[in-house]
């Protein structure tokens, strides 16, 4: 049974950087494209990044492009969100996503 865990939110002022963790466990097939979403209250969830199987090719929202750079590494299991510049409405639960697995998510709060 494949398990996605995320790590690394928590409050940070306006202007500062997270790193985010996905850690996948319980998975034994190919590597797989993987995402990162996040859901603000009252909002429904959006997509944020995704990367390609071997981390060739990445896609961003428009709203955190060039801020925000998402990466993997297979060999530990393992997909990252670097965030930078953060900004008040990037407050938000953050979910990695693979095929239509998602994990419980981790709370980023920025605070200005």
């Known amino acids: 049974q494949v398990q996605l865990t995320e790590s690394g939110g928590g409050s940070v002022e306006f202007g500062g950087s997270l790193v985010l963790s996905c850690l996948v466990s319980?998975?034994?097939?190919?590597?797989?494209?993987m995402s990162w979403y996040r859901q603000s209250p009252g909002k429904e969830r959006e997509f944020v990044a995704s990367?390609?199987?071997?981390?060739?090719?990445?896609t961003y929202a428009d709203s955190v492009k060039g801020r925000f750079a998402i990466s993997r590494d297979n060999d530990k299991n393992t997909m990252y969100l670097e965030m930078n510049s953060l900004k008040s409405e990037d407050t938000a639960v953050y979910y990695c996503?693979?095929?239509?697995?998602w994990g419980p998510g981790t709370q980023v709060t920025v605070s200005s």
């Open positions: 990367i390609s199987t071997y981390g060739g090719s990445t």
């Open positions: 319980g998975f034994t097939g190919d590597y797989a494209p």
């Open positions: 996503k693979l095929f239509s697995d």
